[in-house]
Every structure is written in C-alpha cells, then in structure tokens.
C-alpha cells in the first residue's frame, strides 16, 4: 500500500531562518507531488506542484521554493523565513503507477505545523 | 477565473442528516472530490463524482451536476466523530495535475 510521510510534525522558526520541510512517498512510481498551505481556519494553498523529477512548477510567488531530487522525494525550502509564512503544510500524491482506482485523487502526508516568531 | 463556493459553518444533531452545497466556476472540469478534515489534522479522501448523478458510500453520498455546476455531500445517521471540515475541491481540466480546493464548511454536530 501507499504511504506518504512528512516531518518534522512540528516546527518554531524565528524570522529570517531558513526552513526545509521533507516528504516521501512509497509504494507507488512516478507520482504527482504538491505543497499545499493552510493558514488557520482557511481553504488549502497550492504552493507547489511536480510531474517528474526536477520538474517544479510553482502558483503563488513568495520566498519559498521546492525541489524533487528523486522520484518519491518533495522539499519545501526557503532561504529567510518571515511571519506570514506560518501554517499549516501540507504534501499530497496523486497518480503514479499504484493502480489505484482514481488516479486524480490527491491523498495527504500528516502535514507540519509551522510557527514563525 | 475559478471558484468554489460553499457554506462557512453548519450545524446538525446526532443521528439526523445534513447535506452541503457546493458551487463551482472553472474554466473547465474534470471531476469533482470531497475531502474530510478533523481540527488539526490532514484531509481525508471522501468522494470523486465525474459523471452527474448521486455516489453512495456507506453513510455519505455525493451528487453531481455539471450542467449547473453543483454537488452536495449528504451524511446519514450524524455521529459526533463527523464534526469536521469538509472540502469540496474540483480538477480543472486545463491541468491534469491541479484541484482546487474551496475553503470548507466546518460541520458542528450536537447532541
């Protein structure tokens, strides 16, 4: 069966810090991998979304970035943190080649809960 | 442009139904999903509607009419572990990668 993990759960970050937040996927080959932002009591963000290894496409432009170095391998980074980027993130998958029964439903990691001070 | 519509709250009683619109406006349409998310965790896969017509899993259905741009997410026999966020969210068919999501209706079930 599929997987997908996220860590840290948890994360307090001053101003100006850089951040990297990880994600992996197993079980399946060649997924869709998205960044999602949740700010709270709020609607899901895209952020980021990967069709392939090294193919990053990104929605809203900010201080952060992403990259996929392998197949099942996501990072969210940014080089200085600043207060609006607290939240709640979270990495979904969707597709690849598991076989399940809708290749475009999205399924979500546990999520990290960011707090910028 | 794209938008999702559906109500901010509702609430309901145990054991009773409740149902929750959702309105869409894409510039295409590719199915349409309904997630579940409890307070401070992660969205939870509920439903896919592609074709029009009513979804029935279990104690949840999902109804879909593309012509009008509207599903409903209707819950049978409320339970209290149903207090929750419920998302509606639709693939817009200029991605094969991208849904966009709605901002969620937070459902407060009572005794």
């Known amino acids: 069966s599929q997987t997908i993990h996220q860590w840290p759960a948890t994360l307090v970050q001053p101003v100006g810090s850089p951040l990297s937040l990880e994600c992996t996927v197993e079980g399946t080959s060649n997924p869709n991998l998205y960044w999602y932002r949740q700010a709270a009591g709020r609607g899901l963000q895209l952020l980021f979304y990967?069709?392939?290894?090294?193919?990053i496409s990104s929605e809203v432009p900010q201080n952060l970035s992403a990259s996929r170095p392998q197949d099942r391998q996501f990072i969210l980074s940014s080089k200085k943190l600043l207060l609006s980027d607290s939240g709640f993130y979270l990495c979904?998958?969707?597709?690849?080649?598991?076989?399940?029964?809708?290749?475009?439903?999205?399924?979500f990691g546990p999520g990290t809960r960011l707090t910028v001070l | 442009g794209q938008n999702i519509d559906q109500p901010t709250e509702m609430t309901a009683t145990e054991g009773a139904i409740v149902q929750i619109n959702c309105t869409y406006q894409t510039s295409g349409f590719n199915g349409l999903f309904w997630y579940q998310q409890h307070a401070g965790e992660a969205p939870t896969f509920l439903s896919y509607?592609?074709?029009?017509g009513l979804e029935e899993k279990g104690r949840f259905s999902s109804f879909l009419s593309r012509s009008k741009g509207y599903s409903y997410l209707l819950l049978k026999e409320l339970q209290m572990k149903d207090s929750a966020s419920y998302l509606c969210?639709?693939?817009?068919?200029?991605?094969?990668?991208?849904?966009?999501f709605g901002s969620g209706t937070r459902l407060s079930i009572r005794p």
């Open positions: 990967s069709v392939g290894i090294g193919q």
């Open positions: 979904a998958w969707s597709g690849g080649l598991a076989g399940l029964g809708s290749t475009d439903t999205q399924y």
């Open positions: 509607n592609v074709l029009d």
């Open positions: 969210a639709v693939r817009d068919d200029s991605s094969a990668s991208k849904i966009i």
